[in-house]
């Protein structure tokens, strides 16, 4: 599975690569102000070509197919292509991301990064790795020297973003916003950011994710400090060492 995994991640960033400045349509997606284009259908399609091959029977959870029901225990969770308002400005901040869960419980996490050439793979129980070489969080203990990888959507819950933002400022120095939750996200895994926070998600966005930093040392929860899965609606994600300092910086 992890075989199989790591091809769909290759074949889809391979289609990513082979397009990127060249578009041919974009298609506004309804009321948002998101855009789904041909590559994402495209990237899409190569993943599910290289999973149904093995694994016909198996449940699907994509962002732009949605949810394909097989009454299977296994589900893969899927993003075609993470930072696709990245990829239409031809800023090369984007990626694959591919997790597999069984019985709701993430087993197996890709995420692919084409243009930094970075793959990479957690198995749960197994460890992070990136191109091979194990990772880890970082060991930053101090808000004052972090960095923050901020969620890119700031026309959702403005208010309450910039109330956090406004409160993170006086103590973060480094704050960056990269427009993909697979950069952020695997950033943090590999110790070169120090915490990352979201006010809204969906499951392909972070799935693969937050198994990477789980194995990789890291910490998950809502902004209550309680635990979470890949179907939260807002969560804190840190090298484990700032994450109380960070909770209550939310609350105070």
């Given amino acids: 599975m992890k075989n199989i995994a790591v091809r769909a991640a290759k074949a889809a960033g391979k289609v990513l690569l082979d397009n990127f400045g060249k578009i041919k349509t974009k298609t506004h997606k309804g009321h948002e102000l998101g855009f789904v284009t041909n590559v994402d259908i495209a990237a899409e399609k190569k993943i599910f070509s290289v999973i149904r091959k ?25 993003d075609p292509l993470d930072g696709t ?17 069984h ?7 890709v995420i692919y990064l084409p243009m930094l050439n970075q793959l990479f ?8 790795f990136l191109n091979g070489k194990r990772i880890k969080v970082s060991d930053t203990d101090e808000l004052k020297h972090s960095m923050l990888l901020f969620e890119g959507s700031l026309h959702m819950q403005w208010d309450k973003k910039k109330e956090f933002l406004d409160k993170v400022a006086q ?26 926070l979201a006010f809204a998600t969906n499951p392909w966005d972070v799935a693969a994710g937050f198994l990477l930093i ?16 890949h179907y939260c609606k ?3 994600a840190s090298n484990g060492r700032l994450h109380k300092d960070i909770l209550k910086l939310i609350k105070s």
């Fill in 54 to 78: 093995k694994y016909p029977k198996h449940n699907i959870l994509s962002e732009e197919e949605g949810f394909i029901d097989n009454n299977s225990g296994y589900k893969w969770v899927i």
């Fill in 85 to 101: 308002h990245n990829y239409i400005h031809s800023l090369p901040i984007f990626g694959t991301s591919i997790a597999l869960e």
């Fill in 103 to 109: 019985k709701g419980d993430v087993k197996l996490g």
């Fill in 121 to 128: 793979v957690a198995e749960k129980g197994n460890g992070a």
């Fill in 171 to 196: 103590k973060v120095f480094r704050v960056r916003i990269s427009g993909a939750a697979c950069f952020d996200l695997s950033s943090l895994a590999q110790g070169t950011c120090d915490f990352h």
């Fill in 214 to 229: 789980r194995e990789a040392g890291g910490k998950i929860t809502d902004f209550n400090g309680k635990d979470v899965d």
């Fill in 234 to 236: 807002s969560f804190v």
